[in-house]
């Protein structure tokens, strides 16, 4: 068995009218099994058509890479959220506890 590619989990994001769209692509690697077939297997498909499991080698593969980056929305999130001014816009604290009344 030998792993020929890996390609960590990723994030498109789209532009879209209305605003962005963000599609998530999960990490795979690519498997040269000891049968001589190569075959792209993720965390939840590790099963050669022969019947060996590679389950251990793509979780190790896909885990090498480090917790990824953050999700594109984060950026996006803090500036909205500080104003663009520096200081937040309202404490989200107060929406928690307005909805806790409800």
Same mark, same amino acid.
């Given at each position: ?7 960590? =989990?990723? &994030? ?7 605003? +962005?769209? &963000?599609?998530?692509? /999960?990490?795979?690697? !690519? ?5 001589? +077939? +190569? ?9 050669? !058509? ?7 080698? !793509? ?8 917790? =990824?980056?953050? /999700? /594109?929305?984060?950026?996006? &999130?803090?500036?909205?959220?500080? =104003? ?19």
């Amino acid at each position: 068995m030998r792993v020929i590619d890996r390609r960590g =989990g990723h &994030y498109d994001v789209r532009e879209l009218a209305h605003g +962005r769209d &963000y599609v998530w692509h /999960p990490g795979c690697v !690519v498997v040269e099994c000891d049968c001589g +077939r +190569r075959e792209v297997f993720t965390l939840s498909r590790s099963v050669c !058509v022969c019947g060996a499991d590679h389950a251990g080698v !793509v979780r190790r593969e896909l885990l090498a890479g480090g917790p =990824g980056e953050e /999700p /594109p929305w984060e950026r996006d &999130y803090r500036e909205w959220l500080l =104003g663009g001014g520096g200081r937040l816009l309202r404490s989200e604290l107060c929406d928690w506890e307005e909805w806790e009344e409800i």
